[in-house]
Protein backbone atom coordinates (compact mmCIF):
# COMPACT_ATOMS: atom_id res chain seq x y z
CA UNK A 1 0.00 0.00 0.00
CA UNK A 2 1.26 3.49 -0.70
CA UNK A 3 2.17 6.03 2.04
CA UNK A 4 -0.81 8.10 0.66
CA UNK A 5 -3.19 5.12 0.60
CA UNK A 6 -1.59 4.40 4.65
CA UNK A 7 -2.15 8.06 5.72
CA UNK A 8 -4.68 10.33 4.54
CA UNK A 9 -5.04 12.42 6.73
CA UNK A 10 -5.04 15.40 5.09
CA UNK A 11 -8.44 14.72 4.08
CA UNK A 12 -9.85 16.01 6.82
CA UNK A 13 -7.33 18.76 7.66
CA UNK A 14 -7.05 22.47 6.96
CA UNK A 15 -3.99 24.44 5.82
CA UNK A 16 -3.22 27.96 6.31
CA UNK A 17 -0.21 30.05 4.40
CA UNK A 18 1.97 32.13 5.21
CA UNK A 19 3.90 34.60 3.28
CA UNK A 20 6.64 34.62 5.86
CA UNK A 21 7.76 38.46 4.38
CA UNK A 22 4.70 40.23 5.29
CA UNK A 23 2.95 38.30 8.31
CA UNK A 24 4.42 39.19 11.07
CA UNK A 25 8.53 41.31 12.00
CA UNK A 26 10.03 40.10 14.86
CA UNK A 27 12.88 41.75 14.83
CA UNK A 28 11.52 45.61 13.93
CA UNK A 29 13.33 45.58 10.37
CA UNK A 30 10.16 46.30 8.49
CA UNK A 31 10.19 42.77 6.64
CA UNK A 32 8.70 39.86 8.28
CA UNK A 33 10.38 36.84 9.84
CA UNK A 34 10.47 33.21 11.68
CA UNK A 35 10.66 34.71 15.01
CA UNK A 36 7.76 36.78 13.86
CA UNK A 37 5.77 33.55 12.40
CA UNK A 38 6.49 31.56 15.81
CA UNK A 39 4.71 34.88 17.86
CA UNK A 40 2.34 34.38 16.23
CA UNK A 41 1.76 30.56 16.36
CA UNK A 42 -1.30 30.89 19.33
CA UNK A 43 -3.07 32.92 16.80
CA UNK A 44 -3.00 29.98 14.35
CA UNK A 45 -3.55 27.55 16.79
CA UNK A 46 -6.99 29.30 18.14
CA UNK A 47 -8.50 29.39 14.48
CA UNK A 48 -7.87 25.55 14.48
CA UNK A 49 -5.47 24.87 11.52
CA UNK A 50 -4.09 21.57 10.82
CA UNK A 51 -0.51 22.51 8.49
CA UNK A 52 1.35 25.75 8.25
CA UNK A 53 2.85 25.93 4.52
CA UNK A 54 5.58 28.57 4.37
CA UNK A 55 6.13 30.55 1.22
CA UNK A 56 9.74 30.10 0.27
CA UNK A 57 12.27 31.32 2.90
CA UNK A 58 15.78 30.22 1.39
CA UNK A 59 18.72 32.61 0.44
CA UNK A 60 17.35 34.40 -2.50
CA UNK A 61 18.13 37.68 -4.36
CA UNK A 62 14.56 38.15 -4.49
CA UNK A 63 13.94 38.45 -8.15
CA UNK A 64 10.72 36.80 -8.21
CA UNK A 65 10.13 36.92 -4.13
CA UNK A 66 11.97 34.57 -2.45
CA UNK A 67 11.00 31.76 -5.83
CA UNK A 68 14.36 32.94 -7.04
CA UNK A 69 16.31 30.34 -4.87
CA UNK A 70 20.33 30.71 -4.46
CA UNK A 71 20.86 28.07 -1.66
CA UNK A 72 18.33 25.45 -1.09
CA UNK A 73 19.61 23.67 2.11
CA UNK A 74 19.69 27.23 4.04
CA UNK A 75 17.28 30.27 5.41
CA UNK A 76 17.44 34.21 3.97
CA UNK A 77 18.99 36.07 6.85
CA UNK A 78 16.19 38.39 6.35
CA UNK A 79 14.21 35.88 7.70
CA UNK A 80 16.14 34.35 10.61
CA UNK A 81 18.70 31.13 10.66
CA UNK A 82 18.28 27.37 10.77
CA UNK A 83 18.64 27.34 14.79
CA UNK A 84 15.39 30.28 14.33
CA UNK A 85 13.54 27.64 11.97
CA UNK A 86 14.39 24.21 14.13
CA UNK A 87 12.50 26.53 16.87
CA UNK A 88 9.93 27.52 14.77
CA UNK A 89 9.12 24.17 13.42
CA UNK A 90 9.04 22.54 17.21
CA UNK A 91 6.82 24.67 18.44
CA UNK A 92 4.68 24.48 15.70
CA UNK A 93 4.64 20.52 16.54
CA UNK A 94 4.04 21.88 20.17
CA UNK A 95 0.87 22.85 19.21
CA UNK A 96 -0.46 19.92 17.10
CA UNK A 97 0.34 21.56 13.77
CA UNK A 98 2.27 20.21 10.97
CA UNK A 99 4.86 22.57 8.58
CA UNK A 100 5.20 21.97 4.77
CA UNK A 101 7.55 24.52 2.84
CA UNK A 102 7.41 25.85 -0.53
CA UNK A 103 9.85 23.84 -2.56
CA UNK A 104 10.69 25.15 -5.85
CA UNK A 105 12.35 22.63 -8.26
CA UNK A 106 11.82 23.40 -12.15
CA UNK A 107 14.26 26.67 -11.51
CA UNK A 108 16.84 27.81 -9.47
CA UNK A 109 18.48 31.71 -8.95
CA UNK A 110 20.80 32.51 -11.17
CA UNK A 111 23.50 33.38 -8.60
CA UNK A 112 22.84 29.53 -7.26
CA UNK A 113 25.84 27.66 -7.27
CA UNK A 114 24.87 25.37 -9.70
CA UNK A 115 24.00 28.03 -12.56
CA UNK A 116 27.15 30.16 -11.57
CA UNK A 117 29.29 26.92 -12.62
CA UNK A 118 26.94 26.08 -15.15
CA UNK A 119 27.52 29.54 -17.29
CA UNK A 120 30.96 29.21 -16.91
CA UNK A 121 31.76 27.47 -19.97
CA UNK A 122 30.45 25.21 -22.44
CA UNK A 123 32.47 22.37 -21.26
CA UNK A 124 31.41 22.36 -17.33
CA UNK A 125 30.16 19.39 -15.34
CA UNK A 126 26.86 21.25 -14.82
CA UNK A 127 26.47 22.62 -18.16
CA UNK A 128 24.20 20.14 -18.91
CA UNK A 129 22.00 20.94 -15.21
CA UNK A 130 20.26 23.61 -16.92
CA UNK A 131 18.55 23.97 -20.54
CA UNK A 132 21.28 25.91 -22.72
CA UNK A 133 21.19 25.68 -26.75
CA UNK A 134 23.15 27.50 -29.05
CA UNK A 135 21.91 30.55 -31.59
CA UNK A 136 19.36 29.37 -34.78
CA UNK A 137 21.12 27.99 -37.35
CA UNK A 138 22.31 31.31 -39.82
CA UNK A 139 22.04 33.72 -37.37
CA UNK A 140 24.49 35.06 -34.94
CA UNK A 141 23.54 34.88 -31.16
CA UNK A 142 23.68 38.52 -31.18
CA UNK A 143 20.19 38.47 -33.81
CA UNK A 144 17.20 39.23 -31.82
CA UNK A 145 15.62 36.45 -33.88
CA UNK A 146 18.57 34.14 -32.83
CA UNK A 147 16.96 32.58 -29.96
CA UNK A 148 16.60 28.99 -29.55
CA UNK A 149 12.67 28.73 -30.34
CA UNK A 150 9.99 31.30 -30.12
CA UNK A 151 8.14 30.88 -26.78
CA UNK A 152 7.68 33.67 -24.27
CA UNK A 153 8.10 33.95 -20.99
CA UNK A 154 4.90 34.48 -18.35
CA UNK A 155 6.76 37.12 -16.62
CA UNK A 156 7.48 39.29 -20.26
CA UNK A 157 9.74 38.88 -23.20
CA UNK A 158 11.16 35.81 -24.40
CA UNK A 159 12.04 32.59 -22.55
CA UNK A 160 15.34 32.72 -23.69
CA UNK A 161 18.12 34.60 -22.64
CA UNK A 162 21.36 34.88 -24.63
CA UNK A 163 24.78 34.44 -21.96
CA UNK A 164 27.63 36.95 -23.55
CA UNK A 165 30.53 34.41 -21.77
CA UNK A 166 29.49 31.37 -24.06
CA UNK A 167 27.38 32.72 -26.56
CA UNK A 168 24.81 30.63 -25.62
CA UNK A 169 21.28 31.08 -24.92
CA UNK A 170 19.58 29.47 -21.66
CA UNK A 171 15.61 28.80 -20.72
CA UNK A 172 13.84 30.73 -18.40
CA UNK A 173 9.96 30.08 -18.14
CA UNK A 174 9.70 32.91 -15.72
CA UNK A 175 12.57 35.53 -14.96
CA UNK A 176 15.88 36.01 -16.71
CA UNK A 177 17.41 35.37 -12.97
CA UNK A 178 15.42 32.14 -12.65
CA UNK A 179 16.70 29.66 -15.30
CA UNK A 180 15.04 25.94 -15.87
CA UNK A 181 16.50 23.04 -14.55
CA UNK A 182 17.09 20.33 -17.06
CA UNK A 183 15.16 17.21 -15.44
CA UNK A 184 16.89 14.98 -18.11
CA UNK A 185 19.48 14.92 -16.75
CA UNK A 186 19.81 12.40 -13.47
CA UNK A 187 22.78 13.98 -11.79
CA UNK A 188 19.67 17.26 -11.29
CA UNK A 189 17.19 14.80 -9.99
CA UNK A 190 19.70 13.46 -7.47
CA UNK A 191 20.59 16.61 -6.17
CA UNK A 192 17.51 17.72 -5.96
CA UNK A 193 15.52 14.44 -4.29
CA UNK A 194 18.82 14.70 -1.47
CA UNK A 195 18.25 18.50 -0.70
CA UNK A 196 14.33 16.82 -0.40
CA UNK A 197 15.03 13.80 2.12
CA UNK A 198 17.75 16.76 3.92
CA UNK A 199 14.62 18.81 4.55
CA UNK A 200 12.08 15.68 5.59
CA UNK A 201 14.88 14.92 8.37
CA UNK A 202 15.22 17.79 9.99
CA UNK A 203 11.69 17.16 10.59
CA UNK A 204 9.33 19.34 8.00
CA UNK A 205 5.93 17.36 7.17
CA UNK A 206 5.75 17.63 3.67
CA UNK A 207 6.00 20.32 0.68
CA UNK A 208 4.02 22.43 -1.78
CA UNK A 209 6.20 21.63 -4.98
CA UNK A 210 5.99 24.82 -7.19
CA UNK A 211 5.06 24.48 -10.97
CA UNK A 212 5.52 21.10 -10.69
CA UNK A 213 4.38 20.02 -13.92
CA UNK A 214 6.52 22.05 -16.03
CA UNK A 215 9.03 20.13 -14.97
CA UNK A 216 9.16 17.67 -18.19
CA UNK A 217 10.03 19.80 -21.57
CA UNK A 218 10.14 17.70 -24.64
CA UNK A 219 13.62 17.57 -25.85
CA UNK A 220 13.13 18.92 -29.45
CA UNK A 221 11.72 22.18 -27.77
CA UNK A 222 9.74 23.35 -30.81
CA UNK A 223 8.41 26.77 -32.20
CA UNK A 224 5.01 27.29 -30.70
CA UNK A 225 2.04 28.89 -32.61
CA UNK A 226 1.67 32.65 -32.21
CA UNK A 227 -1.54 33.90 -31.23
CA UNK A 228 -3.14 36.74 -33.09
CA UNK A 229 -1.33 40.03 -32.53
CA UNK A 230 1.27 38.47 -30.57
CA UNK A 231 4.93 38.22 -30.51
CA UNK A 232 5.93 35.17 -28.85
CA UNK A 233 5.24 31.72 -29.97
CA UNK A 234 2.98 29.49 -26.73
CA UNK A 235 5.42 26.83 -25.53
CA UNK A 236 2.25 25.43 -23.40
CA UNK A 237 2.22 22.20 -25.03
CA UNK A 238 5.79 21.15 -25.05
CA UNK A 239 5.99 21.68 -20.92
CA UNK A 240 2.99 21.64 -19.39
CA UNK A 241 3.14 17.99 -18.27
CA UNK A 242 5.62 16.99 -20.62
CA UNK A 243 6.66 13.95 -21.53
CA UNK A 244 8.29 12.60 -18.56
CA UNK A 245 6.04 14.21 -16.24
CA UNK A 246 4.64 10.99 -14.58
CA UNK A 247 7.54 9.13 -14.42
CA UNK A 248 9.73 12.13 -12.72
CA UNK A 249 7.12 12.91 -10.10
CA UNK A 250 6.91 8.66 -9.25
CA UNK A 251 10.68 8.35 -9.01
CA UNK A 252 10.63 11.85 -6.87
CA UNK A 253 7.91 9.88 -4.42
CA UNK A 254 10.01 6.43 -4.64
CA UNK A 255 13.37 7.73 -3.62
CA UNK A 256 12.22 11.02 -1.56
CA UNK A 257 8.51 10.33 0.48
CA UNK A 258 8.06 6.00 0.51
CA UNK A 259 8.74 4.09 3.27
CA UNK A 260 9.00 7.22 5.95
CA UNK A 261 7.39 6.44 8.98
CA UNK A 262 5.85 10.25 9.21
CA UNK A 263 2.94 11.31 8.12
CA UNK A 264 3.22 13.96 4.94
CA UNK A 265 1.37 16.23 2.53
CA UNK A 266 3.09 16.68 -0.31
CA UNK A 267 1.03 19.27 -2.86
CA UNK A 268 1.69 20.09 -5.90
CA UNK A 269 0.99 23.04 -7.97
CA UNK A 270 0.12 22.55 -11.90
CA UNK A 271 -1.00 25.54 -13.58
CA UNK A 272 -2.69 24.40 -16.76
CA UNK A 273 -3.35 20.51 -15.34
CA UNK A 274 -6.59 19.19 -16.80
CA UNK A 275 -8.82 17.06 -14.47
CA UNK A 276 -7.77 14.25 -16.25
CA UNK A 277 -3.92 14.99 -15.53
CA UNK A 278 -4.37 15.89 -11.99
CA UNK A 279 -6.43 12.47 -11.65
CA UNK A 280 -3.22 11.00 -12.78
CA UNK A 281 -1.16 13.43 -10.08
CA UNK A 282 -3.54 12.20 -7.04
CA UNK A 283 -4.45 9.05 -7.48
CA UNK A 284 -3.15 7.26 -4.64
CA UNK A 285 -2.10 3.49 -6.59
CA UNK A 286 0.22 5.96 -8.40
CA UNK A 287 1.86 7.31 -5.91
CA UNK A 288 2.83 10.63 -7.03
CA UNK A 289 1.55 13.42 -5.25
CA UNK A 290 -1.22 13.55 -2.35
CA UNK A 291 -3.21 16.65 -4.06
CA UNK A 292 -2.74 19.20 -6.59
CA UNK A 293 -3.55 23.05 -7.11
CA UNK A 294 -5.93 23.77 -10.56
CA UNK A 295 -5.85 27.30 -11.85
CA UNK A 296 -9.08 26.59 -14.12
CA UNK A 297 -11.50 28.62 -11.61
CA UNK A 298 -8.68 31.33 -11.34
CA UNK A 299 -8.66 31.89 -14.74
CA UNK A 300 -12.43 32.09 -15.48
CA UNK A 301 -12.12 35.94 -14.79
CA UNK A 302 -9.39 36.48 -17.52
CA UNK A 303 -8.78 36.88 -21.45
CA UNK A 304 -6.08 36.25 -23.28
CA UNK A 305 -3.37 37.00 -20.46
CA UNK A 306 -3.75 37.40 -16.63
CA UNK A 307 -4.27 41.24 -16.86
CA UNK A 308 -6.71 40.99 -19.19
CA UNK A 309 -9.72 41.25 -16.11
CA UNK A 310 -13.28 39.75 -17.56
CA UNK A 311 -16.68 39.69 -15.77
CA UNK A 312 -16.81 36.32 -14.36
CA UNK A 313 -20.17 34.12 -14.71
CA UNK A 314 -21.27 32.42 -11.33
CA UNK A 315 -22.62 29.56 -14.03
CA UNK A 316 -19.08 29.24 -15.29
CA UNK A 317 -17.83 29.04 -11.68
CA UNK A 318 -20.07 26.32 -10.74
CA UNK A 319 -19.55 24.38 -13.51
CA UNK A 320 -15.51 24.47 -13.40
CA UNK A 321 -15.78 23.40 -9.67
CA UNK A 322 -18.37 21.14 -9.93
CA UNK A 323 -16.69 19.19 -12.54
CA UNK A 324 -13.35 18.91 -10.61
CA UNK A 325 -15.66 17.60 -7.82
CA UNK A 326 -16.80 15.03 -9.69
CA UNK A 327 -13.74 14.13 -11.68
CA UNK A 328 -11.39 13.65 -8.47
CA UNK A 329 -14.52 11.79 -6.72
CA UNK A 330 -13.36 8.10 -7.30
CA UNK A 331 -9.36 8.57 -7.44
CA UNK A 332 -7.74 11.59 -6.20
CA UNK A 333 -8.19 14.83 -4.32
CA UNK A 334 -8.59 18.47 -4.67
CA UNK A 335 -7.34 21.40 -3.16
CA UNK A 336 -9.97 24.48 -2.17
CA UNK A 337 -9.04 27.75 -2.01
CA UNK A 338 -9.94 31.14 -3.30
CA UNK A 339 -6.52 33.01 -2.44
CA UNK A 340 -2.79 32.62 -2.44
CA UNK A 341 0.17 34.64 -2.82
CA UNK A 342 -0.43 34.81 -6.51
CA UNK A 343 -4.10 35.92 -6.63
CA UNK A 344 -6.01 39.34 -5.88
CA UNK A 345 -8.08 39.37 -2.38
CA UNK A 346 -11.30 37.20 -2.58
CA UNK A 347 -13.68 39.35 -1.30
CA UNK A 348 -12.46 42.11 -3.50
CA UNK A 349 -12.24 39.90 -6.99
CA UNK A 350 -15.45 37.15 -6.07
CA UNK A 351 -16.99 39.33 -3.02
CA UNK A 352 -18.15 42.98 -2.32
CA UNK A 353 -15.41 44.53 -0.19
CA UNK A 354 -18.00 47.54 0.18
CA UNK A 355 -21.30 47.20 2.01
CA UNK A 356 -21.17 43.78 2.53
CA UNK A 357 -17.29 42.74 2.78
CA UNK A 358 -17.91 40.94 6.07
CA UNK A 359 -21.12 39.04 4.57
CA UNK A 360 -19.68 38.18 1.38
CA UNK A 361 -16.30 37.28 2.72
CA UNK A 362 -18.29 34.80 5.43
CA UNK A 363 -20.31 33.29 2.20
CA UNK A 364 -16.80 33.21 0.08
CA UNK A 365 -15.62 30.45 3.32
CA UNK A 366 -19.01 28.78 3.05
CA UNK A 367 -19.03 27.75 0.05
CA UNK A 368 -15.24 27.02 -0.05
CA UNK A 369 -14.83 25.17 2.58
CA UNK A 370 -17.84 22.73 2.46
CA UNK A 371 -16.94 21.22 -0.76
CA UNK A 372 -15.24 17.76 -1.10
CA UNK A 373 -11.17 18.34 -0.80
CA UNK A 374 -8.67 20.40 1.48
CA UNK A 375 -9.23 24.04 2.38
CA UNK A 376 -6.43 26.62 2.15
CA UNK A 377 -6.34 29.76 4.20
CA UNK A 378 -4.39 32.29 2.60
CA UNK A 379 -3.22 35.25 5.67
CA UNK A 380 -5.79 37.43 6.24
CA UNK A 381 -8.21 35.78 4.17
CA UNK A 382 -9.86 34.58 7.55
CA UNK A 383 -10.33 38.47 8.12
CA UNK A 384 -12.09 39.58 5.19
CA UNK A 385 -8.76 41.22 3.92
CA UNK A 386 -8.98 43.45 0.95
CA UNK A 387 -7.12 44.38 -2.09
CA UNK A 388 -5.00 47.42 -1.25
CA UNK A 389 -5.41 51.18 -3.00
CA UNK A 390 -2.17 50.75 -5.12
CA UNK A 391 -1.86 54.08 -6.70
CA UNK A 392 1.14 54.54 -8.84
CA UNK A 393 3.60 51.89 -10.30
CA UNK A 394 6.03 52.90 -7.31
CA UNK A 395 3.42 50.93 -4.90
CA UNK A 396 3.94 48.00 -6.85
CA UNK A 397 6.96 45.40 -6.09
CA UNK A 398 5.73 42.15 -8.25
CA UNK A 399 7.83 41.49 -11.22
CA UNK A 400 5.19 40.35 -13.12
CA UNK A 401 3.19 43.64 -12.99
CA UNK A 402 6.34 45.77 -13.47
CA UNK A 403 7.32 43.80 -16.33
CA UNK A 404 3.92 44.20 -17.62
CA UNK A 405 3.78 47.76 -17.23
CA UNK A 406 7.13 48.33 -18.53
CA UNK A 407 5.91 46.20 -21.59
CA UNK A 408 2.52 47.80 -22.40
CA UNK A 409 3.69 51.58 -22.35
CA UNK A 410 6.60 50.28 -24.54
CA UNK A 411 3.55 49.04 -26.72
CA UNK A 412 1.47 52.21 -26.30
CA UNK A 413 -0.99 51.32 -23.94
CA UNK A 414 -2.38 54.64 -21.69
CA UNK A 415 -0.96 54.06 -18.09
CA UNK A 416 -4.18 54.50 -17.03
CA UNK A 417 -5.48 51.16 -18.46
CA UNK A 418 -2.61 49.34 -17.39
CA UNK A 419 -2.49 50.72 -13.99
CA UNK A 420 -6.75 49.62 -13.73
CA UNK A 421 -5.64 45.93 -14.64
CA UNK A 422 -2.85 45.79 -11.92
CA UNK A 423 -4.79 46.76 -9.63
CA UNK A 424 -7.55 44.17 -10.31
CA UNK A 425 -4.85 41.42 -11.24
CA UNK A 426 -1.68 41.72 -9.35
CA UNK A 427 -0.08 39.54 -7.21
CA UNK A 428 1.05 42.53 -4.88
CA UNK A 429 -3.03 42.59 -3.80
CA UNK A 430 -1.94 39.71 -1.72
CA UNK A 431 1.20 40.71 -0.01
CA UNK A 432 0.65 43.50 1.95
CA UNK A 433 1.58 43.05 5.46
CA UNK A 434 -0.91 41.40 7.73
CA UNK A 435 -3.14 43.52 9.69
CA UNK A 436 -3.13 42.56 13.38
CA UNK A 437 -4.47 45.67 15.07
CA UNK A 438 -4.93 49.23 14.86
CA UNK A 439 -1.80 50.43 16.04
CA UNK A 440 0.97 52.09 13.31
CA UNK A 441 1.48 49.70 10.73
CA UNK A 442 -0.92 47.35 11.66
CA UNK A 443 0.96 45.70 14.60
CA UNK A 444 3.00 43.83 11.99
CA UNK A 445 6.41 45.81 12.35
CA UNK A 446 7.92 48.71 14.61
CA UNK A 447 9.70 49.65 11.75
CA UNK A 448 9.54 50.46 8.32
CA UNK A 449 7.22 47.94 6.33
CA UNK A 450 8.95 46.60 3.14
CA UNK A 451 5.17 47.39 1.49
CA UNK A 452 2.77 50.01 2.56
CA UNK A 453 0.20 48.23 4.83
CA UNK A 454 -3.39 48.92 3.33
CA UNK A 455 -4.93 51.62 5.21
CA UNK A 456 -7.89 49.86 6.45
CA UNK A 457 -6.36 47.88 8.87
CA UNK A 458 -8.14 50.26 11.25
CA UNK A 459 -10.92 48.75 10.64
CA UNK A 460 -10.43 45.58 9.56
CA UNK A 461 -7.89 43.65 11.92
CA UNK A 462 -7.13 40.77 13.90
CA UNK A 463 -7.77 41.83 17.62
CA UNK A 464 -11.23 43.69 16.75
CA UNK A 465 -12.22 40.71 15.46
CA UNK A 466 -10.57 38.17 17.95
CA UNK A 467 -13.56 40.43 20.31
CA UNK A 468 -16.41 40.22 18.05
CA UNK A 469 -18.09 36.73 17.52
CA UNK A 470 -20.17 37.73 14.72
CA UNK A 471 -16.72 38.63 12.68
CA UNK A 472 -15.47 37.04 9.66
CA UNK A 473 -12.10 35.45 11.85
CA UNK A 474 -15.11 33.57 13.95
CA UNK A 475 -16.85 32.28 11.29
CA UNK A 476 -13.79 30.60 9.78
CA UNK A 477 -13.53 29.40 13.25
CA UNK A 478 -16.70 27.99 13.12
CA UNK A 479 -16.07 26.42 9.96
CA UNK A 480 -13.31 24.46 10.91
CA UNK A 481 -15.12 23.52 14.36
CA UNK A 482 -17.68 22.15 11.80
CA UNK A 483 -15.17 20.12 9.74
CA UNK A 484 -13.62 18.33 12.64
CA UNK A 485 -17.33 17.78 14.43
CA UNK A 486 -19.44 16.89 11.05
CA UNK A 487 -17.47 14.01 8.85
CA UNK A 488 -19.66 15.04 5.95
CA UNK A 489 -17.65 18.48 5.29
CA UNK A 490 -14.89 16.34 4.90
CA UNK A 491 -15.57 13.17 3.29
CA UNK A 492 -19.38 13.33 1.68
CA UNK A 493 -19.82 13.14 -1.65
CA UNK A 494 -20.73 16.49 -3.94
CA UNK A 495 -23.78 16.96 -6.31
CA UNK A 496 -24.72 20.34 -7.71
CA UNK A 497 -27.51 22.11 -7.32
CA UNK A 498 -29.34 24.87 -9.73
CA UNK A 499 -26.03 24.70 -12.00
CA UNK A 500 -27.82 27.21 -14.23
CA UNK A 501 -28.79 29.67 -11.76
CA UNK A 502 -26.94 32.98 -12.08
CA UNK A 503 -26.78 34.60 -8.63
CA UNK A 504 -27.42 30.71 -6.32
CA UNK A 505 -24.80 28.32 -5.42
CA UNK A 506 -26.22 25.47 -4.63
CA UNK A 507 -25.23 22.00 -3.42
CA UNK A 508 -25.21 19.07 -1.58
CA UNK A 509 -22.59 17.03 0.49
CA UNK A 510 -23.49 13.27 1.75
CA UNK A 511 -22.23 10.75 4.48
CA UNK A 512 -23.10 7.73 5.92
CA UNK A 513 -26.84 9.05 6.37
CA UNK A 514 -26.10 12.53 6.86
CA UNK A 515 -27.09 15.38 4.17
CA UNK A 516 -25.95 18.87 4.37
CA UNK A 517 -27.71 21.45 1.85
CA UNK A 518 -25.00 24.70 1.11
CA UNK A 519 -27.00 27.84 -0.26
CA UNK A 520 -25.15 30.76 -1.41
CA UNK A 521 -26.40 33.58 -2.87
CA UNK A 522 -23.20 35.52 -4.80
CA UNK A 523 -25.37 38.72 -5.41
CA UNK A 524 -26.17 41.95 -3.78
CA UNK A 525 -29.67 41.42 -4.09
CA UNK A 526 -32.25 39.48 -2.97
CA UNK A 527 -33.17 36.68 -4.62
CA UNK A 528 -35.92 34.06 -4.41
CA UNK A 529 -35.60 30.36 -5.64
CA UNK A 530 -37.79 27.27 -5.10
CA UNK A 531 -35.50 25.13 -2.60
CA UNK A 532 -34.73 21.37 -4.44
CA UNK A 533 -36.11 18.76 -2.64
CA UNK A 534 -38.04 21.24 -0.23
CA UNK A 535 -40.16 18.92 1.96
CA UNK A 536 -36.81 16.66 2.87
CA UNK A 537 -35.09 19.86 3.83
CA UNK A 538 -38.44 21.80 5.90
CA UNK A 539 -37.72 19.89 9.30
CA UNK A 540 -33.69 20.03 8.65
CA UNK A 541 -31.12 22.07 11.48
CA UNK A 542 -29.37 25.15 10.57
CA UNK A 543 -26.20 24.60 11.24
CA UNK A 544 -24.46 27.83 9.85
CA UNK A 545 -25.59 31.09 8.51
CA UNK A 546 -24.03 34.90 7.68
CA UNK A 547 -27.29 36.62 8.24
CA UNK A 548 -28.78 37.93 11.87
CA UNK A 549 -32.37 36.51 10.96
CA UNK A 550 -32.21 33.43 8.66
CA UNK A 551 -35.72 32.89 6.85
CA UNK A 552 -37.08 29.78 7.36
CA UNK A 553 -36.40 26.99 5.01
CA UNK A 554 -39.33 26.34 3.11
CA UNK A 555 -40.64 25.48 -1.34
CA UNK A 556 -39.84 29.14 -1.61
CA UNK A 557 -37.10 31.00 -0.15
CA UNK A 558 -36.24 34.46 -0.57
CA UNK A 559 -32.17 34.93 0.31
CA UNK A 560 -30.64 38.00 1.43
CA UNK A 561 -28.04 39.75 -0.73
CA UNK A 562 -24.47 37.47 0.37
CA UNK A 563 -26.62 35.38 2.31
CA UNK A 564 -24.98 31.50 2.91
CA UNK A 565 -26.14 29.04 4.65
CA UNK A 566 -25.82 25.23 5.66
CA UNK A 567 -28.42 23.08 6.56
CA UNK A 568 -28.12 19.23 7.77
CA UNK A 569 -30.73 16.36 7.94
CA UNK A 570 -29.65 12.99 9.15
CA UNK A 571 -30.81 9.87 10.39
CA UNK A 572 -28.06 10.51 13.02
CA UNK A 573 -26.84 13.77 14.93
CA UNK A 574 -23.73 14.29 16.05
CA UNK A 575 -24.41 16.07 19.39
CA UNK A 576 -26.07 19.60 18.05
CA UNK A 577 -28.78 22.07 19.22
CA UNK A 578 -30.36 25.33 19.15
CA UNK A 579 -29.10 27.55 21.46
CA UNK A 580 -30.43 30.55 22.65
CA UNK A 581 -31.64 32.69 20.04
CA UNK A 582 -32.12 35.96 22.08
CA UNK A 583 -28.68 37.65 21.88
CA UNK A 584 -28.36 40.60 19.31
CA UNK A 585 -31.17 39.68 17.06
CA UNK A 586 -29.58 36.70 15.78
CA UNK A 587 -30.49 32.96 15.43
CA UNK A 588 -27.47 31.35 16.57
CA UNK A 589 -26.90 27.47 16.29
CA UNK A 590 -24.43 25.43 18.36
CA UNK A 591 -22.11 22.66 17.14
CA UNK A 592 -19.71 20.52 19.70
CA UNK A 593 -16.50 21.74 19.42
CA UNK A 594 -14.94 18.79 20.18
CA UNK A 595 -11.04 20.39 20.22
CA UNK A 596 -7.72 19.22 18.13
CA UNK A 597 -7.94 15.67 19.62
CA UNK A 598 -11.87 15.38 18.94
CA UNK A 599 -13.05 15.08 22.77
CA UNK A 600 -12.90 17.76 25.46
CA UNK A 601 -16.81 18.18 24.27
CA UNK A 602 -17.34 21.83 24.69
CA UNK A 603 -19.94 23.74 22.90
CA UNK A 604 -18.77 26.57 20.30
CA UNK A 605 -21.10 29.24 18.83
CA UNK A 606 -21.63 28.34 14.97
Known sequence: MTRAAEAAW????????????????????????????????????????????????????????????SDYEDIDPTLGSLKEFDELLAAAHERGMRVILDMVVNHTSDEHPWFVESRSSCDNPKR????????????????????????????????????????????????????????????????????????????????????????????ALPDGAIPEGGRYGNGLPFFVSGPRIHEFVQEMHRVVFAGRAEPLLVVGETPGATIEEAALFTDPARAEVDMVFQFEHVQLDRGDTWFDVQPLRLTALKASLGRWQEGLAEAGWNSLYWNNHDQPRAVSRFGDDGEYRVRSAKLLATVLHLHRGTPYIFQGEELGMTNPPLATIGDFRDIWSLNHYAEQRQAGEAEADILAALRAAGRDNARTPMQWDDSEHAGFTTGTPWMAVNPNYATINAQDQQADELSVLHHYRRLIALRRGEPAVALGDFHMLLGDHEQIYAFTRRHHGTQLLVLANFSGTPTTIEVPDAARWRQSELLLSNVAVAEALDGSLTLQPWEARVHRRASRLIDTRLGDQSERGMSPIYVQNRGRSGGNGRIGRI
Open 10 to 69: WKTAVVYQVWPRSFADGDGDGIGDLAGIRSRLDYLAELGVDVLWLSPIYPSPQADAGYDI
Open 128 to 219: DWYLWRPAREGLPSTDPRAAPNNWGSLFSGSAWELDARTGEYYLHFFSVKQPDLNWETPEVRAAIYSMLRWWLDRGVDGFRLDVLNLLSKDP
